[in-house]
């Protein structure tokens, strides 16, 4: 294992450790707990539905960096691809909560699932309003049909940006769930791995994968994916993917659309954009409109080498709010 | 010793982390063939804090006592089966609340409320290769045990025997939640990590009771 | 070799046609050749200097990222890891020029020293007024008092962002040309590299070090660093690398400084925000202050696993500068 | 054959193509030994974009011809080696401005301008272990056979003899710039390949001429 770490059990910690004194400004602790970060503003903005998420640690930006103005206010830290604690999740609800309601937005994961259930019933004890919405946009997780099914991915971005204008605009927890859910809905995403990431405490790497195949789908814990192949030109790969969100949702011409080009934490940033000029070209040939574009890391799996593809179909309602302005540490949206 | 004091209640949950303790590289194999391999860890580090924690909690009343150990396994191990252990040792407590000594039918209502407690967390139901499947047959025995008027010691024997039958029973099951899921079919012919966990559970509390 | 490519030959071209697609309003080609692309509204404001970078690919966001407002103006593109011609870069000067000169900024390297001194005499033919500062801010790549010996790697960034700055302010070039300069006189880098990067057209890796080593100073481009020894704790390395930069220029107490913490490609975030970690409790212990910090990709090299930390001494000249708001698509500051 | 036209000029850089074609194997093992074994492609690539671009070229203007050469060159091969051997074409091509045909004097003086451009672009000088420590002997080899009237058949072996001695002799010679510079001592012992590049251009450019 070739990490630039201390003691492997430190990493999440550490890392939390190094993001606080990175961005005092933006970010604190709830009762200097690594566990809970919310907003330096977070709970001081009355009437304002407040956006909780949380997960395992080894995604960044996902999720920490998604906490900011204009998206989420709080967020609970697990260990390395590993739930927070349902008490986590309820200290930082506590501290966000502006009265209004607090929406609990994250990925579909077993753990994480359980977790913000049992910190749901922790909320309600003490009379603050929840609701939640699973970010389930990995078509390759699950059958169409079973989208309730699917893990949640990159496409978490596009519901974060979308609750958190919604939330900034002072909509109601109702109307804040209703437009996360409808992103969530609109939003598909599929990608490909070409090697395994390493969990700092295991130490060895998660899957084995031979020096010339790739993966298309396999989750970002290592979870496994739909196909495994020789590994072809992006262009043939792009293709692959692309075919696949379109006939899911499905797309179809004059759509107008955001999409994501996401590495999976080792893969350059030209290879992304490679991948991008493709995916342009495919989509113009259908006659569908890139309104918004990301082309960079969004949702990671520590040093895995991959890239996903997330389209999300906009109309007047999404649109503005996607287009809406922002600011995290991790995650800058000034025009 | 036909009811369980606080006492009773620290020897159990220390014989649970002893026999956790022996099972720990077992469970570790069987959860890293179909899973990420935590489970051993997990289920030793979720004991270990409870038995940590247990004498810093003043309360006599059982119930809390429970509630304050579910929270701390959770908040130590908050992996699939530590927080499904700790929805159990929760709703457990729940059925234990203003009560400082259990008797059989006592256990029986927690186990069920144990059983209820993880199908509404985990959304899952008996069959689906899981916990479940060791949980529930141990909760049916109890109650059985209960009904029948049997002394503690049999009617942990048979809880503890329940669990045994139904993790050997999930071999014949496909997985269908949690990381196994994504092995589906490939995961019959292999025990349930969860309800082997569980087994090992039911043993420790098992080996507290004497004839 | 594991990339997600075409043809190898093309990687940089296709980089760059990526690159246009995603950022049209932002970038465009002049005379539709790949090697050069400059800011869409470059050579448009009669009177202020433009700023020429170039080098070659494979180090984004280096070096196409750094050009837009308040950055530089217009960049000339090699192939991986080889200078532009001296061709590029005099076609890019003159779609550049405001009329008030330009400067050509870049990194010290042989190949384009050669190519941006024949491209400035390619311009002097045309009237176009010259200067040139080279970023040399790698401390490991010549003995201190050989400062213009050395190698120009993350600490460009910190050039850009204060001559870009000071071009804004509409500065004549000798003033633009003296800050860049000082910015370069006030950096100090230094590097570790873990794994090796693979220039797609060669295939394999650039150089070969064990699963248990490290190499302190390695250059961008694998040129061999100080020392290479076994894989230590970050903090240990951390503290070798700010000791090596903090005694070089020399920084003292009560110094204000800004800090890169630069991933070169495949190093996770998470890892950078531990190394960060070290460092300012190092320099808090030192009593000097962290004024602003970038802690991520700033420079990389492919998909290399390592890092750098870069270290610009502020005075009341330069800190503006640096505060200063700029926008490319790869680089945005606006707080 | 004692005079150098725009036909000559075109048989000159097709010799040195095949010349360097023959070497490119040699030329890949030697810079890669110690930089990054470009070095055979370049050249045979540079050499090549030169050939094809010559006929579009209408100048008879043999410095006007020569510049726009170098030019291409540069724009196809921008390496270190690359933009030096097309400064020397533009160099070359400076001296030979407004002639459509070059005597031994000519070439003297071109060499030497070419001796020039590459200290003053490379920044170095003779004895540095570089490609100048075979260029400089050889327009010095090309003076001495212009100031001895010797013919031109003479005059080219005589150059490229002197650009074998001089190759050769880099042997004994430290890096100091590109990329074997970070070999410095480990230099010692091998040729420096940009100096044998400049030998087997003038081995192409001998060839074409005969007694
Ligand atoms: N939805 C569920 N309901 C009940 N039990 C579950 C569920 N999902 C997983 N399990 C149990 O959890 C066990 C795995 O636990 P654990 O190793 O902690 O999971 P993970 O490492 O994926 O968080 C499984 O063997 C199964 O018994
Ligand atoms: N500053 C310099 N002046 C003269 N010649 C140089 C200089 N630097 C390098 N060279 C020559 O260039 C050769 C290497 O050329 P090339 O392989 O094109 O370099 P690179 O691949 O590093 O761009 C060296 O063998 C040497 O002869
Ligand atoms: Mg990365
Ligand atoms: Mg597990
Ligand atoms: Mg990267
Ligand atoms: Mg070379």
């Known amino acids: 294992m070739k990490k630039l770490i201390n003691n492997p059990k430190d990493f999440a910690k550490e890392t939390i450790e190094g993001i606080i004194a ?136 596009f519901a974060y940006k979308a609750a958190g204008a919604a939330a900034e605009k002072m909509l109601p927890l109702e109307e804040v769930t209703r437009i996360a859910q409808k992103t969530v809905d609109n939003t598909r995403t599929m990608g490909v791995a070409l090697t395994s990431c390493t969990v700092p405490e295991v130490g060895t790497p998660t899957f084995a994968i031979a020096d010339d195949e790739m993966e298309i789908g396999m989750g970002i814990h290592g979870e496994p994916g739909i196909t495994r192949t020789k590994l072809q030109p992006i262009d043939k790969i792009v293709e692959k993917l692309t075919d696949k969100i379109l006939t899911d949702l499905p797309f179809a011409s004059d759509d107008t659309v955001a999409v994501i080009v996401n590495g999976l934490g080792a893969t350059p940033k030209e290879e992304l954009y490679i991948a991008y000029r493709k995916l342009k070209q495919i989509l113009s040939s259908k006659n569908i409109k890139i309104h918004r574009k990301y082309i960079g890391e969004y949702a990671t799996s520590l040093e895995m080498a991959g890239m996903s593809i997330s389209i999300l179909k906009l109309d007047e309602e999404l649109l503005p709010l996607i287009d809406a302005k922002c600011y995290s540490p991790f995650f800058e949206q000034s025009r | 010793m036909e009811t369980i004091n606080k006492n009773t209640l620290k020897k159990i949950f220390e014989s649970i982390l002893s026999s956790m303790s022996d099972a720990k590289e077992e469970l570790i194999a069987l959860d890293g063939s179909m899973g990420d391999g935590d489970l051993g860890l997990t289920m030793c580090n979720g004991f270990k804090a409870i038995c940590d924690e247990f004498d810093n909690i003043t309360d006599d009343d059982l119930g809390k006592l429970l509630m304050k150990l579910g929270m701390k396994m959770n908040s130590t191990v908050p992996s699939t089966m530590g927080t499904l252990i700790s929805t159990c040792i929760l709703k457990a407590g729940s059925k234990a609340k203003g009560k400082t000594s259990l008797d059989l039918d ?106």
């Not at chain 1, 970060?37 to 995604?59: L, M, N, Y």
């Not at chain 2, 959304?123 to 949980?135: I, Q, R």
């Open chain 1, 22 to 157: 990175a961005h005092p400004e933006s970010l604190k602790l709830v009762n200097g707990s690594w566990h809970c970060v919310i907003r330096s503003d977070a709970g001081t903005k009355p009437g304002k539905v407040a956006i909780a998420t949380g997960g395992g640690s080894g995604h960044l930006p996902v999720f920490l960096g998604y906490v900011g103005q204009g998206l989420a206010d709080g967020v609970s830290v697990g260990n390395v691809f590993a739930s927070p604690s349902a008490e986590a999740m309820h200290e930082v609800d506590k501290a966000i909560n502006n009265g209004a309601g607090v929406l609990h937005l994250y990925g579909r994961y077993g753990g994480d699932i359980m977790n913000f259930g049992m910190a749901s019933d922790l909320d309600e004890i003490e009379n603050i309003k929840v609701t939640e919405v699973l970010v389930s946009d990995d078509v390759a997780s699950a059958q169409k049909g079973n989208e309730n099914k699917r893990r949640g991915v990159a496409g978490m971005l």
């Open chain 2, 106 to 211: 006592d256990l029986s209502d927690m186990a069920q409320a144990a059983v209820d407690g993880v199908m509404q967390r985990g959304n899952s139901k008996v069959g689906d290769k899981t916990m479940l499947d060791a949980l529930y047959p141990a909760a049916n025995a109890l109650k059985n045990a209960a009904v029948k008027n049997k002394d503690m010691f049999s009617a942990q024997q048979d809880a503890y025997k329940a669990t045994c039958l139904g993790a050997e029973n999930t071999k014949n099951l496909k997985s269908v939640h949690g990381r196994a899921a994504y092995y589906s079919e490939k995961s019959i012919g292999r025990r349930d990590p969860g309800a082997v966990a569980v087994m090992y559970i039911f043993r420790g509390i098992a080996a507290v009771f004497n004839k």
